[in-house]
């Protein structure tokens, strides 16, 4: 296989590594350098046509151990960007290929260092803002999911070979290898622990890309200045004049390790304006998404709005985490207390309370993740849905006393599924995607 080489750090570091894979990786490095790489760690001299270009150290690993099965190599550089660059050139003169975004990963995929679920926590583990990112990331690139599916697949495939044994001996009337309600049980817990994966999606999609909470109220109660204040920055327009905001403006926060992502929306009041109205439209759109709501509520008239809003407000809010924000309450002191929805006091303008109303956003979610396997992907998500849709035709076709034959492919079917998240199973053009969403150089 060629081998490639890449940029492996961001630039504006003191120090920048050119990361090379394949048959070739050591050979070609050493035709850059001033001496041979006997060692696994190496200080060597970059030379650059006669020249010294850079005092550099190179890291080497001799196939299968190393990242991606394959002879590599990785060398430590000054992070100049021309040095680097300059690097890349020479490399390239000798005979390397350029990576493409991923090809590090996907080299390591083909070479079953790991399988397609770990190889995207990699990027997952890359992106990570927040602590519970990393972690969720961190247990599938460790394999805890993959062990959960290959477990399944056992469960599966046991059931099917007891299928098919029958189908060998149909001539055998009488003859039963396996009790079918012991198979009809098997199957029900297998879907059981399939729904569980299916479950924890919403959570596993809160932590990858925040909690969603809609920042909602009449117009003029101080939402976009809300927003600017948790975010930390004049991320949405304000003005005294009603209905400023006529779309929804989002930001995500990042509080106690968790990521939150804030949508300010239009102001609900009556309007004639065709352009605000649909905004408001987008408003109650939004409050169906959102897994929080924040109440906004001018404390100078909190009395006669939430008369007003309420029961348009509630009938919406049914499932969800509503948080009653009294603002501009260094003004005015809130003349009305709702009884059995979580309030806070504050004032976004001049960043009174909002200490406490992140406190309360804290407790008010508990998505850290625990050990258990959390799905976030939605290529995996899907996958399960189809494993899951096969084992209803499968405790269907046992119960209703179904020939073999027809239960057996529904279990092939769900087993390709759960193989197509590892990547047992994948198209070509599948994994051409999944890789190239990942950063260059690795």
Not at 179 to 196: C, G, P
Request: charged share 25%.
């Amino acid at each position: 296989m060629e081998t490639i080489c890449a940029i492996a750090t961001a630039p504006g570091g003191a120090i920048g590594i050119v990361r090379l894979s394949g048959d070739d990786a050591i050979s070609l490095t050493e035709k850059i350098l001033d001496r041979n790489l006997q060692e696994k760690v190496t200080y060597a001299h970059i030379l650059d046509n006669g020249e010294i270009l850079d005092e550099v150290i190179v890291t080497i690993f001799r196939q299968p151990h190393s990242y991606t099965g394959e002879n590599t190599a990785e060398i430590s550089c000054h992070g100049s960007p021309y040095i680097l660059q300059r690097t890349m050139e020479l490399l390239i003169a000798q005979g390397c290929k350029p990576a493409r975004p991923g090809e590090f990963t996907q080299r390591a995929f083909l070479n079953h260092k790991m399988d397609l679920s770990r190889a995207e926590a990699v990027a997952d583990l890359i992106a990570a803002r927040s602590k519970a990112q990393q972690k969720m990331a961190m247990q599938q690139m460790r394999g805890n999911f993959s062990k959960s599916l290959s477990e399944l697949r056992d469960q599966l495939l046991h059931i099917t070979s007891l299928l098919e044994l029958e189908l060998d001996f149909s001539d055998h009337e009488d003859l039963e290898f396996a009790d079918r309600s012991e198979l009809i049980a098997l199957a029900k817990t297998i879907e059981e622990k399939v729904s569980s994966l299916l479950n924890s999606f919403k959570l596993g999609n809160a932590i990858k890309h925040g909690v969603p909470v809609a920042i909602v109220g009449k117009t003029n109660a101080g939402k976009s200045t809300l927003l600017n204040a948790l975010v930390g920055e004049e991320r949405a327009l304000v003005s005294d004049i009603n209905g400023t905001t006529r779309d929804t403006i989002e930001d995500i926060v990042n509080i106690g390790g968790t990521l939150f992502r804030f949508i300010d929306t239009a102001g609900i009041r009556r309007t004639d304006d065709i352009v605000e109205t649909m905004g408001i439209e987008r408003t109650f759109q939004t409050i169906a998404k959102a897994d929080i709501i924040l109440w906004v509520i001018d404390a100078q008239d909190s009395k006669d709005v939430l008369k007003e809003l309420e029961q348009q407000m509630r009938q919406h809010c049914d499932s969800k985490k509503l948080i009653c924000v009294f603002n501009k309450t260094d003004l005015q002191i809130p003349q009305y207390i709702p009884k059995g929805i979580d309030t806070v006091s504050i004032s976004a303008k001049k960043n009174i309370g909002m200490d406490k109303l992140r406190d309360l956003l804290k407790v008010s979610t508990d998505i850290a993740p625990a050990e258990d396997v959390i799905v976030s992907n939605i290529r995996h998500y899907e996958a399960l849905c189809e494993a899951r849709t096969s084992l209803e035709r499968v405790q269907s076709g046992l119960i209703n006393h179904l020939s073999g034959e027809f239960v057996s492919q529904d279990l092939r079917a769900c087993i390709q599924s759960l193989s197509e998240i590892v990547g047992d199973i994948t198209s070509q053009s599948v994994l051409n995607n999944i890789f190239s969403h990942f950063c260059v150089g690795k």
